[in-house]
């Protein structure tokens, strides 16, 4: 079980930590990957992280504002979001998956994860 957290309103420019939490599964050989979709758009995976080799991905789109990071000792991945622009705008999910070769080639393509949150609304307005 995966569970997400952390949304809310924010202005442009500020920013937000989203938490996952993983419980009821072992995900020492998993990725965890948050994903996002905004009304009327396909999901967009934002970034991944692996939980042994901590290998990170990010969307071409918050490179060098967002960083995922994770805490083995609490079973939670963090996604640290800055400088927050109206199209970060969605509801935020989290979601574990097997690390396999497939993952670790696309670590942003939400056909490799098995395991969903339930998602958090991260809304961007002044």
């Known amino acids: 079980q995966l569970q997400a957290s952390g949304g809310g309103l924010v202005q442009p420019g500020g920013s937000l930590r989203l938490s996952c939490e993983a419980s009821?599964?072992?995900?020492?050989?998993?990725?965890i990957a948050w994903f996002r979709r905004a009304p009327g758009t396909e999901r967009e995976g934002v970034s991944s992280?692996?939980?042994?080799?901590?290998?990170?991905k990010y969307a071409n789109s918050v490179k060098g504002r967002f960083t995922i990071s994770k805490d083995n000792a609490k079973n939670t991945v963090y996604l640290q979001m800055n400088s927050l622009k109206y199209e970060d705008a969605a509801i935020y999910y989290c979601?574990?998956?097997?690390?396999?070769?497939?993952?670790?080639?696309?670590?942003?393509?939400?056909?490799?994860?098995?395991?969903w949150g339930q998602g958090t609304q991260v809304t961007v307005s002044s």
């Open positions: 979601a574990a998956g097997l690390f396999t070769a497939d993952v670790l080639r696309n670590p942003l393509d939400p056909k490799g994860y098995d395991y």
């Open positions: 009821g599964f072992t995900w020492d050989n998993h990725a």
């Open positions: 992280i692996t939980n042994r080799r901590g290998i990170l």
